[in-house]
């Protein structure tokens, strides 16, 4: 009997103790588990904070090495661009600029990104170049800069400051190394074998002769309520006909042909600071007229689709002398007018296209040159792996 009670209490005790050891060891591999998971967070945040603050290599040209941190200006001087063209695209199109494909399949992002590090590679290159030739900042450059820089940063929103870590400091910086840089190429460029005559020979002046012109005038369109523009009845072009020619008198006899719609000029000392007008000479439109004033350039080869005039206009413009004024109200399919000839034979959209021919050339030329630079005096290794982290239109701006 005793030994039997002996055996039980045994039995109980045994049950017992593997009862209470469960919990600890439980807890064990608790502890264990939760010891694995706090290393395995410390390890991912301190690989977060490698990755967000460490100093990215983008490339090295020589012994120089180029971190991202060098170029954030070059970056926000672009997407700044970029976003300027991001906004007038959802404005117009309600679509986005940067993810916008071209016909090579890349978006204006990617393109915008490779332009710039070919430009910041380039930059380094042509500094570097001035460098060596013993060129300089003089003083009007450098007081230039320090205004031009002040400027730039002050329109840097603190988000932008905030989230690129650009100072000021670094704005001047930008534009010391990428002005002596300018003045170095722009000496290279015009030590080049370029024959200026040669390039532009085929450019006659004839057919780029240039007609300049200042206009009042009533659209012979009208606005619906859904805000579409549709034509006017031939009753409402006779309306509109008969409140131009009512001012013709005034605006013939103008001594400053764009005074007749009102315009005011305000100079603001602060914010908030109320406006002043300034009152132009002359009769005034009648309030609330339909006359609106604009002006346009056309040279001779343009199209009438192109110049949004009638033919038979654009010939009697072509037709008129310089100052001169049409002297009745003329019109054509899209409105009526009365016009005023500034300039019927200006040489302005001729030289910009001279212009435009040689300066393609001596890019073509300098791209060649810089080729052969590179290959024989800098060594440039780009860093893919970090470059191509970097995501325009999200780097310096949100």
């Not at 050891?21 to 395995?40: D, E, L, T, W």
């Not at 204006?108 to 910041?120: G, P």
């Not at 040159?369 to 982290?389: A, P």
Request: proline share 3%; charged share 25%; net charge negative.
């Amino acid at each position: 009997m005793n030994s039997a009670k002996h055996i039980s209490n045994q039995t109980i005790n045994n049950d017992s103790r593997k009862k209470s050891g469960a919990p600890v060891q439980n807890q064990k591999k608790i502890f264990v588990i939760s010891g694995i998971v706090a290393v395995i967070v410390l390890f991912l945040v301190i690989m977060v904070c490698w990755e967000n603050l460490h100093p990215r290599l983008i490339f090295k040209i020589n012994d120089k090495k180029v971190y991202l941190s060098d170029m954030m200006v070059d970056i926000y001087m672009n997407e700044s661009t970029g976003e300027y063209m991001n906004s007038l695209y959802k404005q117009n199109y309600g679509s986005d600029y940067w993810s916008l494909e071209n016909d090579d399949g890349m978006t204006n992002a990617e393109i915008l990104k490779d332009n710039t590090i070919e430009s910041v590679m380039q930059k380094y290159m042509m500094y570097y170049e001035a460098e060596a030739n013993g060129y300089t900042l003089t003083d009007e450059e450098n007081t230039n800069i320090e205004q031009e820089a002040s400027e730039a940063y002050e329109q840097m929103t603190a988000a932008v400051r905030n989230k690129s870590g650009i100072t000021k400091d670094d704005v001047v910086e930008y534009y010391k190394m990428q002005t002596l840089a300018d003045n170095y190429k722009n000496a290279w460029i015009d030590s080049f074998d370029i024959d200026d005559a040669a390039i532009t020979a085929g450019v006659n002046p004839a057919d780029y002769r240039q007609y300049d012109i200042q206009y009042y005038y009533i659209p012979y369109t009208t606005t619906d309520e859904a805000g579409t523009s549709v034509p006017m009845s031939d009753e409402q072009k006779s309306a509109a006909l008969a409140e131009l020619q009512a001012s013709y008198g005034d605006i013939a006899g103008l001594e400053d042909f764009t005074t007749y719609i009102d315009n005011t000029s305000s100079q603001t000392a602060a914010e908030g600071a109320e406006t002043t007008p300034t009152p132009a000479p002359g009769p005034k439109a009648p309030e609330g007229t339909n006359i609106k004033y604009t002006t346009k350039s056309f040279i001779e080869t343009d199209t009438a689709d192109t110049i949004g005039l009638d033919d038979t206009l654009v010939a009697e413009i072509k037709a008129m002398d310089n100052e001169s004024i049409t002297d009745k109200v003329v019109e054509d399919s899209n409105g009526c007018y009365i016009i005023k000839m500034v300039n019927n034979n200006s040489t302005e959209r001729y030289e910009s296209e001279c212009e435009s021919l040689i300066t393609e050339e001596e890019n073509r030329v300098f791209d060649e040159e810089i080729d052969k630079l590179e290959v024989e005096k800098y060594y440039i290794e780009l860093n893919d792996s970090e470059w191509d982290k970097v995501e325009f239109g999200k780097t310096t701006i949100n």
